[in-house]
């Protein structure tokens, strides 16, 4: 419990710090992007240059970086400004196909089983596909290009003693992943800011569905066992007359 809230306070401490430098870093970045194209535009006509257009299409992937970066860090501080409204969840999963296809890749499978009772629920449902779409990019990742990617509802959520103590009532989204799971080292810091395994990794993407699932009144859960698999679970709360 302890444990939980320092981790709260750490994730909006580090919110507000992230803000306040994000604006200002991805101004500098647009910028640097807009030289780097105004360059391009003065070099396409001039062949005698090949090693400077590398440079500059080297370049201008990294601002694309860093702007995927200050996006990222943008949306975890923007934390407290969210919209809920009462969202079909089926039905906002079903519109994500597209997106999740193409984040996913064609070497993984994706399957939907979606409890056709769900109730409705009561979230922020922009950020709800953010969240998705940052799970599945971790299941990607975690899969290596194959695998099966599934995304599954259901309307009764097995008991699940802090969700039943409440007065609300939850429906549970699961995300599952056959790729290569994770060592209850690396689960337990997963949701820390910052933590990461990967080279170009940025460690805000759990931490980013963590902040925004305790935001929205609901819970998350990972289950994961190494070279099996890993679920993330996340229980909503539903929209209440
Ligand atoms: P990032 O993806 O940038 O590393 P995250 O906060 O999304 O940042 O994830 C933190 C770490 O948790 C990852 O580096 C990885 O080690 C682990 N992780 C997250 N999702 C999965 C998954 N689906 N399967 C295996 N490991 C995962």
New binding site residues.
């Given amino acids: 419990q302890e444990e939980r809230r320092r981790q709260s306070q750490k994730l909006e401490a580090i919110g507000r710090l992230a803000a306040g430098i994000v604006h200002d870093i991805n101004n500098l970045i647009a910028v640097y992007e807009s030289g780097l194209r105004l360059l391009q535009k003065q070099l396409r006509d001039d062949p005698a240059n090949p090693n400077t257009a590398m440079l500059i299409e080297e370049l201008l992937k990294r601002t694309q970086n860093g702007g995927a970066l200050t996006q990222q860090l943008l949306a975890f501080s923007r934390g407290q400004s969210l919209y809920p409204e009462t969202v079909d969840l089926n039905a906002r999963i079903e519109s994500l196909t597209m997106l999740l296809e193409r984040t996913l890749g064609s070497g993984i499978t994706i399957r939907r089983d979606l409890d056709p009772a769900l109730g409705p629920v009561l979230v922020d449902a922009n950020q709800l596909d953010v969240a998705i779409l ?1 799970l599945a990019v ?2 990607k ?2 899969m290596a290009g194959k695998g099966t990617f599934s995304i599954e509802t259901s309307n009764t959520p097995e008991d699940i003693e802090d969700v039943r103590s409440g007065a609300v009532s939850f429906v549970r989204v699961t995300v599952h ?1 056959t ?4 060592s209850k080292e ?1 689960l337990a810091q ?1 949701f820390e800011p910052f ?4 080279e170009e ?7 980013q569905v963590y902040g925004f699932i305790k935001q929205s009144g609901g819970h998350i859960r990972i289950e ?1 066992a190494v070279g099996e698999g ?1 679920s993330v679970h996340l229980f909503l709360p539903r929209h209440q007359e």
């Fill in positions: 940052n971790n299941a990742d975690a992943d790729g290569c799971g994770m690396i997963a933590f990461t395994t990967k990794g940025t460690g805000l993407g759990l931490s994961s890993t």
